[in-house]
T-cell receptor, first 111, second 114 residues
Framework: AQSVSQHNHHVILSEAASLELGCNYS??????LFWYVQYPGQHLQLLLK??????LVKGIKGFEAEFIKSKFSFNLRKPSVQWSDTAEYFC?????????FGAGTTVTVRA | DSGVTQTPKHLITATGQRVTLRCSPR?????VYWYQQSLDQGLQFLIQ???????AKGNILERFSAQQFPDLHSELNLSSLELGDSALYFC?????????????FGPGTRLTVL
């Protein structure tokens, strides 16, 4: 079955640490890739997206993601996290007009 | 604030009942999407409407239906409710499509079925 996999369910780290969240998808063909963030008690917000072109995508709040087509991956990174990055992060893929989400990764940043 | 509004914020009802969730997209957005977020299923795409017409269908049960009205607001109707339908239901909107535009999410309606 086509799916989106996020490798980590819960990540705990300290402020200033680097963050990398894994995302793999199993769709063939052209895909559009997204990372969304959901801060506690808030709605989903778009962090960044990849449609085409440079596979290294820069998003808001210092986040970036790299699309590696050969690995079917779209990993999210941030060099130095802040306490305010505590949130749930969702990878998502558009295929056949439908947006499929990964299970999400809860990131807890300790001050 | 994304500009997408959803009502009500919370809804508590009993099994077997029917409820209607409402979504108003951002001004100018023609597409509306509905999602269900639950602990066991995660975030699931339900259905998309574009300018009043159904555009794409996801994991939407037959007991659920949706429509988009001429003023572009949308309603999601859930009938013969079961305990497992308890979830957070999100609406999102975009100008045209997922592949062309950013999708903006509403705050969600939390449905509790007792």
């Amino acid at each position: 079955a086509q799916s989106v996999s996020q490798h980590n369910h819960h990540v705990i780290l300290s402020e200033a640490a680097s963050l990398e969240l894994g995302c793999n998808y199993s769709y063939g063909g052209t895909v559009n890739l997204f990372w969304y963030v959901q801060y506690p008690g808030q709605h989903l917000q778009l962090l960044l997206k990849y449609f085409s072109g440079d596979p290294l995508v820069k998003g808001i709040k210092g986040f970036e993601a790299e699309f590696i087509k050969s690995k079917f991956s779209f990993n999210l990174r941030k060099p130095s996290v802040q306490w305010s990055d505590t949130a749930e992060y969702f990878c998502a893929v558009v295929n056949d007009y439908k947006l499929s989400f990964g299970a999400g990764t809860t990131v807890t940043v300790r001050a | 604030d994304s500009g997408v509004t959803q009502t009500p914020k919370h809804l508590i009802t009993a099994t077997g009942q029917r409820v209607t969730l409402r979504c108003s997209p951002r001004s100018g957005d023609l597409s509306v999407y509905w999602y269900q977020q639950s602990l066991d299923q995660g975030l699931q795409f339900l259905i998309q409407y574009y300018n009043g017409e159904e555009r794409a269908k996801g994991n939407i049960l037959e007991r659920f239906s949706a429509q988009q009205f001429p003023d572009l607001h949308s309603e999601l109707n859930l009938s013969s409710l079961e305990l497992g339908d308890s979830a957070l239901y999100f609406c999102a909107s975009s100008v045209v499509s997922l592949t062309a535009d950013t999708q903006y999410f509403g705050p969600g309606t939390r449905l509790t079925v007792l």
